[in-house]
């Protein structure tokens, strides 16, 4: 049986103004959080094509002989995190539970013992923070305030079901066009008896079709190596259904 149906219907958010003034005064004051900002993870390079210098490969009309993608992503931080598994929560007067799938929302972050931890909007109120670190686990005690006040201070909360589930954040992607990117793809078109046809297709970062940059290219049919800028392909048979061939260069500087 899930948590969630172990706990609905879903707990309101309770909160007892006197009760939580009162425990706000014996744990005393949180102070330096940071609004949240995104923040760039790192980078990484892709890197893929579907062939290998010098392999022999065929190709049925249609299909690409060629396929190449090259370009840098740069990682940032996301706005929100989802929990690892179905959850039950009890901190401060708070008593809430969630779902696998269920996002919550990151509004900022804090410094504790030189360890950074994101502030989690458990309550989706504003007014009751989990402490997640970059592994995603749940600090032992939670950042609380008055609805409607300012200022926030700690609490030790009495229950996480399950205690080993964690926060997770998927981070923002996006492609380093100022680095430049390659995306195309060289598709074998067939042969008659004067011409071989390819065509070439080039996408955006997103996979997406460039039309205006499609090109169709022709070669003569008798020809045994071909070129489209920087790649030669030794054509070592050609037929109405497939290509038998072997890229011989590329220029590209990662073999």
Known sequence: MSLKRLYQPRFPVS???????????????????????????????????????GEERTAAVGEPIVKVKDYSVR???????????????????????????DEYSVIGSKDIDGTNYQLLDIAKDTNHLLLISSSGEVYPKILGRIPGGSAYTFVRYRKLIPPEMKFISTPVVTVDTVSGYINYELIYSGIDKDSLHLTYREYTQDNLARAPFF???????????????NTRIAVK??????????????NLSKE
């Open 15 to 53: 909160v007892n103004l006197v009760g939580v003034f009162f425990v706000l005064l014996l744990v005393g004051c949180a102070e330096n959080i940071r609004p949240y900002s995104s923040q760039l993870i790192g980078t990484e390079s892709v890197y893929t094509k579907n062939y290998n210098i």
């Open 75 to 101: 990682k940032y931080s996301s706005k929100t995190m989802h929990p690892s598994a179905d959850f039950y929560f009890e901190g401060g007067l708070v008593k809430t539970n969630g779902s696998k799938g």
């Open 215 to 229: 090109q169709n290219l022709t070669y003569s049919a008798s020809a045994d190596m071909i070129r489209f800028k």
């Open 237 to 250: 048979h050609a037929t109405s259904e497939g290509i038998t061939y072997t890229v011989i260069d590329d």
